[in-house]
């Protein structure tokens, strides 16, 4: 069973950046695709981002396409969310989710578990 600590949340002006980190342990990420998620006050659960460590593919939502990169350090077992350009919408608590073995992004968003306890990311002037 792998555990998910994210962080790297904070607040932040509109157009500014953070880096999110979700760290794992109790296995390796190789094969286990890892999903950021984001929740907003009176909204559903939306999948972000994710990536797939054994061959690097990746998956964004249109709403961040462009603006958001995924990224993993399998040595640090660490996958990292940068947010560039930040909008007061992408206001939200920020999940870290593993995909069962070989699965795929975003078919398998609704499979996800193992998340962490979520950072807060606030954008506002």
């Known amino acids: 069973q792998v555990q998910l600590v994210e962080s790297g949340g904070g607040l932040v002006q509109p157009g500014g950046s953070l880096r999110l980190s979700c760290a794992a342990s109790?296995?390796?990420?190789?094969?286990?695709?890892i999903g950021w998620f984001r929740q907003a006050p009176g909204k559903e659960r939306e999948g972000v981002s994710c990536i797939s460590s054994s061959d690097g593919s990746t998956y964004y939502a249109d709403s961040v396409k462009g603006r958001f990169a995924i990224s993993s350090d399998n040595a640090k077992n660490t996958v990292y969310l940068q947010m560039n350009s930040l909008k007061p919408e992408d206001t939200a608590v920020y999940f870290c989710a593993a995909g069962p073995f070989r699965s795929t992004c975003p078919a398998d968003f609704g499979r996800f578990g193992s998340w962490g306890q979520g950072t807060q990311v606030t954008v506002s002037s």
């Open positions: 109790g296995r390796t990420l190789d094969y286990y695709p």
